[in-house]
């Protein structure tokens, strides 16, 4: 039998991450991400109310956010598709911060807005 069965998808994935920040371990709501932004071997983490500096690679916070919320746009930043308050050419606003689009990313980044298109 298919472990992956129709409608649990969703349910088995997880609701937050916990990420070391210092000597730190903090449990974060995905909800709470409005964007990742990658700087050398560290990203900040833009919650609504805070930053949390993480010492991790932007290639692995990739692979701990779901794909179907979260979207790199840029070599230095991921997006929360669900924040997203306006795209406008290849910048992309969240909560007043201009985030840009790279020409790599370009095209996975419109074929994933098309599919949330009404």
Do not use: W
């Amino acid at each position: 039998m298919d472990s992956k069965t129709p409608g649990t998808e969703i349910a088995n994935e997880k609701e937050y991450i916990f990420v070391k920040s210092g000597a730190k371990y903090i449990n974060i709501l995905l909800r709470d991400i409005l964007y990742v932004e990658g700087l050398k071997d560290y990203v900040i983490l833009h919650l609504e109310d805070k930053k949390i500096g993480v010492l991790q690679t932007m290639k692995s916070m990739e692979e701990k956010l779901s794909a179907k919320t979260f979207i790199r746009v840029h070599r230095s930043f991921i997006v929360c598709l669900d924040k997203i308050d306006l795209v406008d050419g290849s910048i992309v606003k969240i909560n007043n911060n201009e985030i840009p689009v790279g020409d790599s990313y370009r095209e996975t980044f419109q074929k994933a807005l098309k599919e949330r298109l009404f």
